[in-house]
């Protein structure tokens, strides 16, 4: 798998290179006969000397290089999930339950359920760590200390983890279809995204707001565990929610990985983009994004918090 | 080590920067009746400062006197309680984000950037700031250019500082603040540091640096400040620093068999003090005067000085003695 990444990487920069020279040739017949200009790496201007959009694909592109180096991060993220889909799939996968109103096999139910798993440890889970390391490690302090702007370095971040948890989710969606045979409907692939990258959104949000909270990466990985494996059993995850009582399912209901969990078990069942998603489900991952964003805004640290006076 | 790549850097510098030089004693940072409030305790009690152009200047002091707190106000990420600050024009706090375009930070406390090459740390970087300086030359100023394809996590402790200069570096800046640049390092690494800051002064660089070590302040700023429990204690040049050129030289020698201290010449004897280990110490304000005396005193009678010593007061005598004042004051 990750050589297929990194073999698409290498394929989007080769791609990327044949410009170069396009870009460099206004900027060369242009010059001032400063002693500065000279100094501009031949690979071109710089991604700040291009505009915002340009150091956000730069940010993300060296922040996703950084996610898929480390090999913590590579079995957490992609390769868990699909053990997770394994085991419970060959151990449970011939009992049968219901999703809105159709009977189907465990099998099938499993698939939404550890979807809903990557997302979460995907984005929450690895962005409460490496935030906390970066932080306390004063990484992020040495950004800052940069012209590049904080929302750039928090987006670069959070795209990250949308980027990881897309290709996870489209591994998990493979392994059902070639190792289970479970298809899923063209209009529920889209759904599935729609409800995945807000999912992952939210999910990154509260990510920060944790991290925010936690004073050092000892504690960072006891807070992500406890925090999510509560959820697994209380959100349709690992148990369909019918099996919950009415007190458990509205204690699942108050935290965004149940309406997460809850659209793409629709997506499952349903063909059609419009019968895949919930609307309530999507204002409620929205309004997490939203909250946590805004609270993390408020609490979020650049510097380690071991920062002497 | 350095000194190939920074002659080449110097010279392509140098038309770039002749112009801001003649800008002359107009300073790069100014602060006026700084102070810092964290709760109920007063880290910073009122601090003035001016830093010029081109300067290496030190910020001395021990651990706790105030000093990561006015380098963090200086660099923009705490706000003064009260006070006038300005870096390179702006009060920090407030300042745009072309104004990180023209300073460089190296921190006491930063691991490097997880999973990437020297390279591509440096790459990252670089993309971060309009103008920044090539890669490759960059590389080669802090003489990294071997290992830039070693993870920057694998590198050795002097490495990875001179990691941390290149990345303060890569962006061109005006002004650098090093925050205890050696500390922790074996004498070998802490040299090999001190060239890449000297060499900072040749491209026209501005230091801000705080240390611990009396050495590297004495070998490197052309100014010192000391701040102990909030305040600056002390300013001056090294060879200034607390009046130290007006204190007494210390000359200590041994008395030749069979002569004591009562045998030495009226002019000296007054003033010589007998030591527990039989050593003699004078304290010499006439220095030149002292000596001749004395080694005329032992010519006429034929002896030898064999152990004599001449030695100012060092700078690490005068900052203990300037911040334990200060701490008696304080508890008083």
Same mark, same amino acid.
């Not at chain 1, 400063?34 to 501009?40: C, F, K, P």
């Given at each position: 798998?990750?050589?297929?990444? +990194?073999?698409?990487?290498?394929?989007?920069?080769?791609?990327?290179?044949?410009?170069?020279?396009?870009?460099?040739?206004?900027?060369?017949?242009?010059?001032?006969?400063?002693?500065? &200009?000279?100094?501009?790496?031949?690979?071109?201007?710089?991604?700040?000397?291009?505009?915002?959009?340009?150091?956000?694909?730069?940010?993300?592109?060296?922040?996703?290089?950084?996610?898929?180096?480390?090999?913590?991060?590579?079995? /957490?993220?992609?390769?868990?999930?699909?053990?997770?889909?394994?085991?419970?799939?060959?151990?449970?996968?011939?009992?049968?339950?219901?999703?809105?109103?159709?009977?189907?096999?465990?099998?099938?139910?499993? /698939?939404?359920?550890?979807?809903?798993?990557?997302?979460?440890?995907?984005?929450?889970?690895?962005?409460?760590?490496?935030?906390?390391?970066?932080?306390?490690?004063? /990484?992020?302090?040495?950004?800052?200390?940069?012209?590049?702007?904080?929302?750039?370095?928090?987006? @670069?971040?959070?795209?990250?983890?949308?980027?990881?948890?897309?290709?996870?989710?489209?591994?998990?969606?493979?392994?059902?279809?070639?190792?289970?045979?479970?298809?899923?409907?063209? @209009?529920?692939?889209?759904?599935?995204?729609?409800?995945?990258?807000?999912?992952?959104?939210?999910?990154?949000?509260?990510?920060?707001?944790?991290?925010?909270?936690?004073?050092?990466?000892? &504690?960072?990985?006891?807070?992500?565990?406890?925090?999510?494996?509560?959820?697994?059993?209380?959100?349709?995850?690992?148990?369909?929610?019918?099996?919950?009582?009415?007190?458990?399912? &509205?204690?699942?209901?108050?935290?965004?990985?149940?309406?997460?969990?809850?659209?793409?078990?629709?997506?499952?069942?349903?063909?059609?983009?419009?019968?895949?998603?919930? @609307?309530?489900?999507?204002?409620?991952?929205?309004?997490?994004?939203?909250?946590?964003?805004?609270?993390?805004?408020?609490?979020?640290?650049?510097?380690?918090?071991?920062? +002497?006076? | 080590? !350095?000194?190939?790549?920074?002659?080449?850097?110097?010279?392509?510098?140098?038309?770039?920067?002749?112009?801001?030089?003649?800008?002359?004693?107009?300073?790069?940072?100014?602060?006026?009746?700084?102070?810092?409030?964290?709760?109920?305790?007063?880290?910073?009690?009122?601090?003035?400062?001016?830093?010029?152009?081109?300067?290496?200047?030190?910020?001395? %002091?021990?651990?706790?006197?105030?000093?990561?707190?006015?380098?963090?106000?200086?660099?923009?990420?705490?706000?003064?309680?009260?006070? $006038?600050?300005?870096? !390179?024009?702006?009060?920090?706090?407030?300042?745009?984000?072309?104004?990180?375009?023209?300073?460089?930070?190296? !921190?006491?406390?930063?691991?490097?950037?997880?999973?990437?090459?020297?390279?591509?740390?440096?790459?990252?970087?670089?993309?971060?700031?309009? $103008?920044?300086?090539?890669?490759?030359?960059?590389?080669?100023?802090?003489?990294?250019?071997?290992?830039?394809?070693?993870?920057?996590?694998?590198?050795? %402790?002097?490495?990875?500082?001179?990691?941390?200069?290149?990345?303060?570096?890569?962006?061109?800046? $005006?002004?650098?603040?090093?925050?205890?640049?050696?500390?922790?390092?074996?004498?070998?690494?802490?040299?090999?540091?001190?060239?890449?800051?000297?060499?900072?002064?040749?491209? %026209?660089?501005?230091?801000?640096?705080?240390?611990?070590?009396?050495?590297?302040?004495?070998?490197?700023?052309?100014?010192?400040?000391?701040?102990?429990?909030?305040?600056?204690?002390?300013?001056?040049?090294?060879?200034? !620093?607390?009046?130290?050129?007006?204190?007494?030289?210390?000359?200590?020698?041994?008395?030749?068999?069979?002569?004591?201290?009562?045998?030495?010449?009226?002019?000296?004897?007054?003033?010589?003090?007998?030591?527990?280990?039989?050593?003699?110490?004078?304290?010499?304000?006439?220095?030149?005067?002292?000596?001749?005396?004395?080694?005329?005193?032992?010519?006429?009678?034929?002896?030898?000085?064999?152990?004599?010593?001449?030695?100012?007061?060092?700078?690490?005598?005068?900052?203990?003695?300037?911040?334990?004042?200060?701490?008696?004051?304080?508890?008083?």
């Amino acid at each position: 798998m990750f050589f297929l990444i +990194k073999y698409l990487i290498r394929l989007w920069r080769r791609r990327q290179q044949p410009q170069q020279p396009a870009e460099t040739e206004p900027e060369a017949s242009s010059r001032e006969p400063r002693t500065r &200009a000279r100094r501009v790496a031949p690979a071109g201007p710089s991604a700040a000397a291009r505009g915002p959009l340009a150091v956000l694909a730069h940010e993300l592109r060296y922040d996703l290089k950084t996610s898929l180096r480390n090999p913590r991060a590579r079995f /957490v993220t992609f390769l868990f999930p699909v053990l997770l889909l394994v085991i419970f799939n060959s151990a449970f996968g011939g009992g049968h339950t219901n999703i809105a109103g159709q009977q189907i096999t465990l099998a099938r139910f499993y /698939v939404p359920g550890i979807m809903t798993l990557s997302i979460v440890m995907g984005s929450y889970g690895m962005l409460v760590q490496s935030i906390t390391v970066l932080r306390e490690t004063g /990484v992020l302090k040495r950004r800052r200390a940069t012209p590049v702007p904080p929302g750039i370095l928090i987006a @670069g971040q959070a795209l990250t983890t949308v980027v990881t948890v897309g290709i996870t989710v489209a591994i998990l969606l493979a392994v059902a279809k070639v190792g289970y045979g479970i298809g899923f409907a063209p @209009g529920a692939i889209a759904a599935i995204a729609c409800t995945g990258v807000l999912a992952t959104l939210a999910c990154a949000c509260v990510g920060f707001l944790v991290s925010s909270l936690i004073g050092s990466p000892e &504690a960072a990985m006891p807070v992500v565990q406890a925090t999510m494996l509560p959820l697994w059993f209380l959100s349709g995850v690992f148990i369909p929610m019918s099996n919950l009582s009415a007190g458990l399912r &509205a204690v699942g209901d108050a935290f965004p990985v149940e309406h997460a969990a809850n659209s793409l078990h629709l997506a499952s069942v349903s063909s059609s983009f419009g019968g895949a998603l919930d @609307g309530t489900d999507l204002l409620v991952l929205a309004a997490w994004a939203l909250g946590a964003a805004a609270l993390a805004a408020w609490r979020f640290s650049w510097l380690p918090s071991t920062a +002497k006076a | 080590m !350095l000194t190939n790549n920074l002659d080449a850097a110097v010279a392509q510098r140098h038309a770039a920067t002749s112009q801001a030089h003649d800008g002359g004693a107009e300073p790069v940072i100014s602060i006026r009746g700084l102070h810092k409030r964290y709760g109920d305790t007063e880290a910073v009690r009122g601090i003035d400062l001016e830093i010029h152009r081109g300067e290496i200047f030190a910020f001395l %002091g021990p651990n706790g006197a105030g000093k990561t707190t006015t380098v963090e106000i200086l660099e923009g990420f705490r706000r003064a309680t009260s006070g $006038e600050v300005e870096v !390179l024009g702006h009060n920090p706090w407030r300042a745009p984000g072309s104004w990180r375009e023209r300073i460089g930070i190296v !921190l006491q406390e930063s691991e490097a950037e997880p999973g990437l090459t020297v390279r591509e740390c440096l790459e990252l970087y670089a993309g971060y700031y309009r $103008e920044p300086r090539d890669v490759d030359e960059t590389l080669e100023l802090v003489d990294l250019a071997a290992q830039d394809d070693q993870r920057a996590s694998a590198l050795s %402790g002097g490495q990875r500082r001179r990691l941390d200069v290149a990345l303060a570096l890569i962006g061109d800046p $005006e002004l650098l603040f090093l925050d205890e640049p050696t500390t922790g390092f074996d004498p070998s690494a802490r040299r090999a540091a001190w060239d890449v800051i000297s060499g900072l002064r040749d491209l %026209g660089k501005t230091v801000f640096l705080t240390t611990h070590y009396m050495e590297e302040a004495e070998r490197l700023a052309d100014r010192i400040a000391v701040i102990a429990a909030g305040q600056i204690v002390a300013q001056g040049t090294p060879q200034t !620093l607390g009046g130290r050129q007006f204190e007494a030289t210390q000359i200590t020698f041994t008395p030749p068999v069979g002569a004591s201290a009562s045998d030495l010449p009226a002019a000296i004897a007054e003033r010589a003090q007998p030591q527990p280990d039989g050593r003699v110490l004078l304290a010499s304000t006439t220095v030149a005067a002292d000596l001749h005396l004395l080694s005329g005193w032992a010519l006429e009678w034929g002896l030898e000085l064999d152990d004599i010593e001449v030695a100012r007061p060092t700078l690490e005598d005068v900052y203990l003695q300037l911040t334990r004042e200060s701490h008696d004051q304080h508890r008083s």
